[in-house]
């Protein structure tokens, strides 16, 4: 009983937090998940995983604007009231943080995602055919 319980757990591959915290293969934990940016590898170096079947879709976008406006508009205005800089420091400061905490974000939600659509075995819905 304790083989098919170790079976299961390896089945499952990693702790998807983890694999998608270092964007890495969600089954093995080894291959990275992204070869350039946010774009995916064919498939894992580690254990051979194919990449294809992922689909996280418009899900990281959604959450990262989401994330990103609080963040971003929430120390503008921090910064805006707590020290009255001239408009040319929010149009610097915020024009270069953005992207880049946005590229961040991105690349973390979309491992995130990945990760857990693998661990659930998440995969398009079909109608059952009678």
């Known amino acids: 009983m304790a083989a098919s319980g170790s079976h299961d757990a390896q ?3 990693v702790n998807p937090l983890l694999a998608g915290t270092l964007a890495r293969c969600p089954r093995c934990g080894r291959g990275p998940l992204f070869h350039t940016g946010l774009m995916l590898r064919p498939n894992c ?3 051979g995983l194919d990449y294809k079947f992922f689909d996280t879709g418009d899900g990281p976008a959604v959450f ?5 406006g609080f963040v971003v508009l ?3 205005l921090f910064v805006e009231f707590r ?3 001239p408009v040319w420091v929010h149009v610097v400061l915020w024009g270069l943080l953005t992207p880049l905490l946005a590229f961040v974000l991105l690349r973390f ?3 995130i995602l990945i990760a857990l659509q693998w661990t659930h075995k998440a995969e398009e819905g079909r109608l ?3």
């Open 11 to 13: 089945s499952r591959g």
């Open 45 to 47: 170096s580690g254990c």
């Open 64 to 68: 990262a604007i989401l994330i990103l």
């Open 74 to 76: 929430g120390g503008a």
């Open 83 to 85: 020290y009255e800089p």
């Open 109 to 111: 939600l979309k491992a």
């Open 128 to 130: 059952a055919k009678d």
